[in-house]
């Protein structure tokens, strides 16, 4: 069985966390912003969902908000951000 992406884990866990019904994961492009007009058009009610779900799902966090708007830019920024953590916990 083919491993799911990271990118793709992120698109399914934001699509069925912010009840997005409108729109398939595969219409989501890896580098499309996740908030305003230009992308998924998310506002800050689900920054803060999705800094809950990164948590809870990743395990890793996101401490302030200059570090959240880095990483929730795109799900390319925000699967970069996940896998740096991840490295850096275990490396340490």
């Known amino acids: 069985m083919l491993e799911t992406s990271l990118q793709e884990q992120l698109k399914k866990l934001i699509i069925e966390e912010l009840n ?3 729109i398939d994961a595969s ?3 890896d580098g499309d912003p996740l908030f305003g007009d230009e992308g998924l058009g998310l506002d800050s009610l ?3 969902e999705l800094v809950v ?3 809870k799902h990743f395990a890793v966090e ?3 908000m ?3 708007r880095e990483a929730l830019a ?3 920024a925000l699967s970069d ?3 740096t953590r991840r490295a850096g916990v275990s490396g340490q």
């Open 66 to 68: 200059e570090e959240g």
């Open 53 to 55: 779900l990164i948590q």
């Open 27 to 29: 219409e989501i492009k």
């Open 62 to 64: 996101i401490k302030d």
């Open 46 to 48: 689900d920054a803060v």
């Open 81 to 83: 951000f996940i896998e």
């Open 20 to 22: 997005l019904e409108d």
């Open 74 to 76: 795109s799900i390319s």
